[in-house]
């Protein structure tokens, strides 16, 4: 049986780049926290977020979804990858002061969350990150000319890392890494497909890695 699961609460944070909101659902006797992003055109509704937010809190881990200022001001545009990349991290560090005290702390998304989660990984002090449907290597341009690979983003990090990746996903397919296990599943970079995969996937993972995570 799941631990019981507080109500989800609303923090508005202060970044540089305007407000940004945390949803925050409290585990009781929480052992850990995980952080997760939106996509660049979505939200925190997104179903493959849910099913990991659902995942961790089975585990006895608070969920924190954040909502980039971009979105909290009500446009579908993403900002700049600075802009992302430093109200995440003001983000983090101010839930890691509050209301996460004291839990170690996994930090990700899905797309272009899961990017600012791995460029921010060091910075934000993460334990380990989790990336739903990585955007790999965006789609070909007019010109014909090859888009350049995302990987290194993947390869920066240095803790360990859960990607679940549709198996038809336009982006393409991780690689396995020394640090990273990549969970293919069926569907392609929405991961609507098949929820209880991604569920699954990072059920086991977490379980996996929960003795690796420094003690509260």
């Not at 334990?127 to 983003?153: D, T």
Request: aromatic share 2%; glycine share 8%; net charge positive.
């Amino acid at each position: 049986m799941a631990p019981p699961v507080a109500p989800a609460t609303v923090v508005e944070i202060d970044t540089p780049h305007g407000p940004a909101r945390a949803h925050l659902r409290p585990a009781a006797a929480a052992t850990a926290a995980l952080v997760l992003g939106h996509g660049a055109g979505g939200g925190i509704a997104a179903r493959d977020l849910g099913a990991a937010s659902d995942a961790a809190a089975a585990h006895g881990i608070t969920v924190a979804l954040v909502e980039q200022p971009y979105r909290v001001a009500g446009r579908r545009s993403p900002a700049p990858a600075r802009q992302l990349d430093l109200a995440w991290t003001v983000v983090v560090e101010q839930l890691r002061a509050d209301p996460l005290a004291g839990l170690p702390l996994i930090v990700g998304g899905r797309s272009s969350g899961a990017r600012v989660a791995c460029r921010t990984a060091a910075a934000t002090r993460a334990s380990a990150v989790v990336c739903l449907a990585f955007p790999l290597v965006p789609p070909r341009r007019s010109s014909g000319k090859p888009a350049e690979s995302r990987l290194p983003e993947l390869e920066a990090v240095g803790v360990p890392v859960l990607v679940v990746q549709g198996e038809t996903d336009p982006f393409g397919m991780p690689p396995q890494g020394r640090r990273r296990t990549v969970v293919p599943v069926r569907g392609d970079h929405s991961l609507r497909s098949d929820l209880p995969a991604v569920s699954a996937a990072v059920s086991a993972w977490l379980a996996d890695i929960a003795r690796s995570l420094p003690t509260r």
